[in-house]
């Protein structure tokens, strides 16, 4: 099993340009997340999925949207990318009651 | 609301020491509570978790932590620490809503081992 994994590992974008950060998992979970990190103030909640077709806002969702179109695969879309979203992004994934897989995060800057 | 304290931003510890990193909580109902370990340039592992049973849990690497619930606390310890343990440590509180759960972090502590 691959577990968690995201595509890319790094992007460099211009501040208005537009990209979509991809998480897919390979274990079946029902879960998944979408967290930044920043230094200094540990993760946040963007944005999570309790199933196929379904969303919802995490603690920090403005600038972002997400898809959920196959149980397997999240999507993170940056419509107009901000210098302030440049960040370490995370996706996750659980079954229902338990603890959360993480991959191994997307480099992002914004210039 | 639900809130997660490391009041340690960084913790030194020597080779062969015991080691212990602070963690507090607060949440309303009973906590689920976790670890998870971040080396440098990799995402997050799970190390353990406190749902309910014994206070005292072990996880992987030798790790282990204790639940204590008059001082809403989930410390993680170490008997011995090798230089390998360095790494950034998080403990989190879970969430159960009827939505989904959402794992709310602390900020972080770095721990250093030294030789």
């Known amino acids: 099993n691959a577990g968690v994994t995201q595509t890319p590992k790094f992007r460099v974008l211009k501040t208005g340009q537009s990209m979509t950060l991809l998480c897919a998992q390979d274990?079946?979970?029902?879960?998944m997340y979408w967290y930044r990190q920043d230094p200094g103030m540990g993760l946040r909640l963007i944005h999570y999925s309790v199933g196929e077709g379904t969303t919802a806002k995490g603690e920090v969702p403005d600038g972002y949207n997400v898809s959920r179109l196959k149980k397997q695969n999240f999507l993170l879309g940056l419509e107009s990318a901000a210098p302030s979203q440049t960040s370490v992004y995370f996706c996750?994934?659980?079954?229902?009651?338990?603890?959360?897989?993480f991959g191994p995060g997307t480099r992002l800057t914004v210039t | 609301a639900q809130s997660v304290a490391q009041p340690e931003d960084q913790v030194n510890v020597a080779e062969g020491n015991p080691l212990t990193v602070k963690c507090t909580y607060s949440v309303s109902g009973n906590p689920y509570l976790f670890w998870y370990v971040q080396y440098p340039n990799r995402g997050l592992q799970f190390l353990l978790k406190?749902?309910?049973?014994?206070?005292l849990v072990k996880g992987s690497y030798g790790f282990e932590a204790e639940f204590n619930k008059s001082q809403t606390s989930f410390h993680l310890k170490k008997p011995s620490a090798l230089v390998s343990d360095s790494a950034l440590y998080f403990c989190?509180?879970?969430?159960?809503?009827?939505?989904?759960?959402?794992?709310?972090f602390g900020t972080g502590t770095q721990l250093k081992v030294e030789l």
């Open positions: 274990m079946n979970h029902e879960y």
């Open positions: 989190a509180v879970l969430i159960l809503t009827g939505g989904g759960n959402k794992l709310t």
């Open positions: 406190y749902i309910t049973g014994d206070n």
């Open positions: 996750a994934s659980s079954p229902r009651s338990s603890e959360q897989y």
